[in-house]
């Protein structure tokens, strides 16, 4: 069976490390971007059985990377990541079908929950 990856995005490399450090204890492949433009060049790469995006980076912001992924893989799974919620930006990526906004910080273990949750998940919107 073909592992599964998962995208992770966000210029904070210190959670990247940690959040990598979670996936790859748990089998999963970590697969890494530090803006939105580097997240979208690498789901065309890989095409990751989820992603976690954060909301606010340098480059392409992670709205904007999320309306990029899903133009062209609209089954992508996808859960935004923010410190700062944007409530109003925040609907139009769940109306989009986005699966979750997961406000920083949190435990390990919900992390864990979503990952286990959402990884074989099909989105259909």
Same mark, same amino acid.
């Given at each position: 069976?073909? &592992?599964? #990856?998962? +995208?992770?995005? *966000? *210029?904070?490399?210190?959670?990247? &490390? @940690?959040?990598?450090e979670v996936i790859t204890t748990l089998g999963y492949g970590a697969i890494l971007a530090s803006n939105g433009q580097e997240a979208v060049l690498q789901f065309e790469k890989h095409i990751p059985n +989820?992603?976690?995006?954060? @909301?606010?980076? /340098?480059?392409?912001d992670g709205f904007d990377a999320? %309306?990029?992924i899903r133009?062209? %893989? /609209? #089954?992508? #799974?996808?859960?935004?990541?923010?410190?700062f919620a944007d409530h109003a930006r925040w609907k139009e990526v769940k109306s989009a079908c986005a699966i979750y906004l997961l406000e920083k910080p949190w435990p390990t273990e919900f992390l864990s929950e979503l990952i286990r949750r959402h990884v074989t998940t099909k989105v259909s919107c």
């Open positions: 069976m073909e &592992k599964q #990856n998962i +995208l992770l995005v *966000d *210029d904070d490399a210190d959670l990247l &490390k @940690v959040m990598s +989820l992603v976690f995006m954060d @909301v606010k980076m /340098p480059i392409l999320f %309306f990029r133009s062209k %893989f /609209p #089954n992508a #799974n996808i859960i935004m990541m923010t410190g």
